[in-house]
């Protein structure tokens, strides 16, 4: 087996039953993402369209596809075509081009809502105090189905300094289980990184993004 496919297996033998790998492929070739699907990735993420665009002509449905990066209303067409999730919606504005995007595509698009949860102001994603009316906008979309929520956390740096930002993506979640709003599941909790993973899942995430645990770093 390949270096990536090692790194795969390494990383899905130790996830805990239930958690999800996303396959964080920015910058990454086709040919290495084909190398992670052929290992057992069933979840790729892509940041940029056009770069997804290149690796599903390689890939194809082989495996999911999932948006991870901050999406330009202008892409929404594009993006309703080739993925099966976007993880990132923070805005009403957003979200109402994929509802109509997904219409005309005759698709309802599943989304979870990126929480801005440290606040950064570098950092996209709705904070966390605006996340309710948010919800309760997307909620009132035909052709959008709210699973659940993302937030980033710190790139970098001690792990244990992401844990705050994850509790607040938590807490939300389970809050936002309650209302029963219809048209929404929080099914899905997507946080942690390559350097956060671990700290990510002890606090309820359920589905986490690596890359260069995988690929190794970016040339």
């Known amino acids: 087996m390949s270096l990536i496919g090692d790194n795969v297996a390494r990383i899905l033998a130790e996830l805990p039953p239930g958690v999800e790998l996303v396959v964080a492929a920015k910058a ?12 057992g990735v069933r979840i790729i993420g892509e940041n940029y369209v056009q770069e997804a665009a ?10 999911q596809w999932h948006f991870i990066g901050h999406l330009q209303t202008n892409k929404v067409k594009k993006a309703v075509e ?29 989304v979870l809502i990126e929480i801005n949860s440290g606040e950064e102001e570098q950092k996209f994603g709705v904070r ?23 937030t980033m956390g710190p790139f970098e740096g001690d792990p244990e300094d992401a844990r705050p930002y994850f ?20 099914t899905y909790l997507s946080m942690g990184m390559t350097n956060s993973y671990r700290v990510a899942i002890e606090e ?16």
């Open 28 to 39: 990454r070739t086709p040919a290495e993402i084909l190398e992670a699907v052929e290992a």
């Open 54 to 63: 290149e690796a599903f002509a390689a890939v194809g449905r082989r495996a």
């Open 82 to 110: 080739i993925f099966d999730m976007i993880e990132t919606v923070d805005s009403a504005d957003l979200a109402a081009e994929i509802d109509k995007r997904g219409r005309s595509a005759g698709k309802i698009m599943p």
């Open 128 to 150: 966390p105090q605006d996340a309710e009316a948010l919800l309760l906008a997307l909620a009132r979309h035909q052709n959008i189905r709210v699973q659940g929520l993302m």
């Open 167 to 186: 509790k607040i993506a938590r807490r939300l979640f389970e809050d936002f289980k309650t209302l029963g709003l219809p048209g929404v599941e929080m």
């Open 204 to 219: 309820g995430a359920n589905r986490i993004r690596i890359g260069t645990k995988i690929f190794g770093p970016r040339s």
